[in-house]
């Protein structure tokens, strides 16, 4: 059954990612009173939800998930048999099951990538974070590659552009489209751009080195054309600028998968990316 999660959601895509709906049957209609809420359940679209005399709820800033155990309404009244307990504090619900959906939902940590034990309480003997999707990687098979742990979408050939200092690099992935770098998405100018420090940063795993990137599955480490293509163990331009120095930005080198800052005039790899928040 669904459960109603109060938490609030800022983008569609975070939605989706855990399995979330803008728009759902869930509330009886009674002289202004919402009540009833089981029978509005199961209704999956508009015309039998109101024909049920339901509300069909439809709201961009909250979502629905269903990954939790028991059923509560969007208010934090828990109802049904399987009872799950819910803050009275709007914003916040007590999903047992959920992967930390708590409050207010920013972005969530996933974890490294580190499975090595080290030293006991180290990064590969706890594993914190989201665990990642298996597969890792979806490959579009019209030259782009989607992250299915951070729902962007890359370029699969990791080396469209060679070398080229930081303001270039801004605009040449500003300026991809559909026909370049074995792209057949029907992309255009505008849609592609540097990823910015996180973003970059969110490839790399840390299990290995040159380069400091997993394979399709997430369970290996890459290797040409799985699924990406040109990834070279150097450094890749992000389109964050080192605030201390504002003629430097930062970087990510895919040989540690260590994120660095450099002068914006030096020439280095870029990575183009697409969607996001």
Partial sequence: ?????????????????????????????????????????????????EGANCYWYVDKGRCVIDICLGDTDMNGKVVGADKTDVNRDYGRSGCPSAPSITGYLG????????????ATGDDGDLEKGIAWPNPRFKDN???????KLTGLIWLKDANCFGLRNWYDALLDCNGLNSGECGLTDDSSEGDWRLPNRSELNSLVDVAYYNPALSNTAGTGQWSPGNPFTNVQSNFYWSSSTFAYV??????VSMYYGVVISSNKTYSYYVWPVRGGQ
């Fill in 1 to 49: 059954m669904f459960l109603y999660c109060t938490g609030i959601v800022h983008a569609q895509d975070l939605c989706e990612k855990y399995q979330m709906k803008y728009q759902v049957c869930i509330e009886k209609r009674n002289g202004g009173s919402n009540v009833n809420i089981d029978e509005c359940k199961g209704y999956t679209d508009q015309t039998a939800c």
């Fill in 107 to 118: 972005a969530q940590v996933p974890k490294t990538g580190q499975t090595e034990l080290y």
């Fill in 141 to 147: 098979g019209n030259g782009t590659v989607t992250d």
């Fill in 246 to 251: 504002t003629g430097y930005a930062w970087g």
